[in-house]
């Protein structure tokens, strides 16, 4: 991403969200709250795996797609991350 980060707007999938609302409030919360970091001030520990980008929030990933014209993020899925 480039230095000069803009505010992105955020979309989140249907299924995105039923997964959201099914965690444990603070898992939820720890996610919400790295999405709208990202979204803020490009901030967070992402991986690009094109055309996607996985966010790490907590014990889970979301998956996102970019979209730099619109300026927003999309947030597609959300799911427990394997770590090794």
Do not use: C
């Amino acid at each position: 991403m480039s230095t000069a980060w803009r505010s992105f707007a955020i979309h989140w999938d249907p299924a995105a969200l039923h997964v959201l609302y099914q965690l444990h409030p603070w898992t939820a919360a720890a996610v919400d709250r790295a999405v709208l970091r990202f979204a803020e001030v490009g901030e967070g520990k992402l991986e690009s795996d094109p055309p996607y980008h996985r966010l790490r929030a907590a014990t889970h990933d979301a998956l996102l797609v970019i979209d730099g014209h619109a300026e927003q993020v999309n947030v597609i899925r959300i799911y427990r991350a394997r770590r090794g």
